[in-house]
């Protein structure tokens, strides 16, 4: 039997396919598309990925502990965490451009919306079928 871990790994590997496939398919890439594309997405989603952990890794302390001061630091940080995100979404949009059609791209910003809700769900069912 494998270790917890390898399993969380393997999971995040199915889901991160799976991720790939859906977008792959949602917003029609071509062969030559999805080549310079994923790459290029894959770089967006790992820096995205560190801001909001660096952002997360911030604050640990419940709202009831903090001080007023603090809580204007922690509104501060998050408004800032939300300005730097646009700022890298707006980047890659960009550089997706040179890749993939406006289009493409709405629909690639649909297409996550919709693997996420589509993860959402199917956690909800394993869960209620975990009960």
Known sequence: MGSPS?????R???????????????????????QKFWP????????RRALMKDYRS???????EMSEQEAKARMDEMFDTKEKELALEKEYAARYQR??????LIKLYRAER????LLLKRL????????
Do not use: C, M, P
């Open 6 to 10: 390898a399993f969380a790994q393997e």
């Open 12 to 34: 995040n590997e199915n889901v991160e396919a799976a991720k790939i496939a859906y977008i792959t398919d949602k917003i029609e890439l071509t062969a030559d598309q999805a």
């Open 40 to 47: 290029v997405y894959n770089e967006y989603e790992a820096k």
């Open 58 to 64: 911030g604050y640990r302390k419940d709202v009831d």
């Open 99 to 104: 890749i993939i059609s406006t289009k493409q």
């Open 114 to 117: 919709d693997f996420t809700k």
């Open 124 to 131: 909800d069912a394993s869960r209620a079928a975990n009960r």
